[in-house]
């Protein structure tokens, strides 16, 4: 980049014009001020959020990144995570090193400040520019699916109609022959339209040690999907033997079922519960797949999603993190990293 580049650091209140106005010139999908608000004012921390201006030599916003600190609980303790987002460049200066300089101008701000942890989510190219400013990979992240309907990819590989047909009669017998022998007389859904304090009694009880993942207490979750400007989820509580012992959170969009949550008290509960809900989803006769849009390889849960019946797809991105004072502690903990993690 040939000239001159200058940096700011503002509030997001009070400069929710400005931020709107760069996002919606340089990003493909069009925000509105009612999304911003409930993105970076919607849940309540301690420190407000907080926005990095690149400058051009005449003063003119050419970018940002924005920081929202987000509840996070490492080891059982809860701490305030720097998340990172929103970095946006004006096109014609991507390509000249101006989101390296914004970043590493950004990374120096946070260990000015020794914010506990900085943790990002980002494309390829993004995870180029963060790494270069001393940012860490933790663990790669990939969707699963499981199939309801597989007659598309079958009819690409298998160019028979007859066997095709077959094949795919076959698989849904077997399908749904595996889930009509399973024993769940222990295990039920029911049906919530609201995160009472049942949620919070569910969050403390959750065994949080030797793990970082975000807060999932009854105030985050109503903020994240009960106010949500335009999404409309559907929430199912996992009851056994009288117990609720997890939840899954979910929405239907055209021919799929988007898992957005799934939590369970133990690790066990995670097949029986997800056969009642593939049980259920059978009911909708459109739907083609479950997807779960993403979760860390290295996730708790991984190989119980494998066993239930899920496919794990090719690696779509990575997690990374920033800590002024101890990166390696963060590193060493077991990461429960979900959609959860991203902003709906």
């Not at 503002?10 to 509105?32: A, C, D, Q």
């Not at 989101?99 to 590493?104: A, E, I, R, V, W």
């Not at 985050?220 to 199912?236: A, N, V």
């Not at 479950?290 to 390889?297: A, G, S």
Request: aromatic share 14%; charged share 25%; with cysteine.
């Amino acid at each position: 980049m040939t000239e001159k580049v200058s940096f700011s650091v503002t509030t997001y209140e009070g400069h929710e014009k400005e931020v709107l106005e760069i996002l919606n010139r340089n990003r493909p999908e069009k925000f509105s001020v009612k999304y911003l608000n409930w993105r970076y004012l919607g849940e309540k921390s301690p420190i407000p959020p907080i926005v990095f201006w690149i400058h051009s030599e005449d003063g003119t916003r050419i970018g940002m990144s924005a920081l929202i600190f987000r509840s996070y609980w490492v080891n059982d303790k809860r701490h305030y995570f720097a998340i990172s987002g929103d970095t946006s460049i004006s096109k014609e200066c991507r390509g000249k090193g101006a989101g390296k300089k914004l970043f590493k101008f950004k990374t120096a701000y946070i260990k000015d400040k020794r914010y506990t942890c900085a943790f990002g989510i980002g494309t390829p190219a993004a995870v180029r520019v963060v790494s270069h400013a001393g940012w860490e990979t933790v663990d790669n992240l990939s969707p699963y699916v499981y199939l309801i309907n597989i007659s598309g990819k079958i009819y690409k590989v298998i160019k028979n109609k007859s066997l095709a047909k077959i094949i795919e009669y076959l698989y849904v017998l077997c399908s749904k022959t595996k889930l009509f022998l399973l024993k769940n007389s222990s295990y039920n859904l029911i049906a919530v339209e609201d995160f009472d304090d049942s949620f919070d009694s569910f969050w403390v009880e959750l065994d949080k040690k030797n793990i970082v993942l975000r807060d999932r207490s009854s105030a985050i979750l109503r903020w994240r999907y009960s106010t949500h400007p335009f999404e409309k989820i559907s929430t199912y509580k996992i009851i056994r033997n009288q117990k609720f012992v997890g939840y899954i959170i979910w929405k239907q969009l055209n021919n799929m079922v988007i898992i957005y949550d799934l939590i369970v008290i133990e690790k066990d509960h995670i097949k029986p519960s997800l056969r009642l809900f593939i049980k259920e989803i059978l009911k909708i006769k459109e739907i083609e797949s479950i997807r779960i849009p993403l979760i860390n390889v290295n996730h708790p849960y991984a190989s119980k999603l494998i066993k239930t019946g899920f496919i794990k797809r090719s690696d779509e991105g990575v997690f990374q993190i920033y800590s002024p004072t101890n990166t390696e502690e963060y590193i060493s903990k077991k990461w429960f990293v979900s959609n959860v993690d991203k902003d709906i």
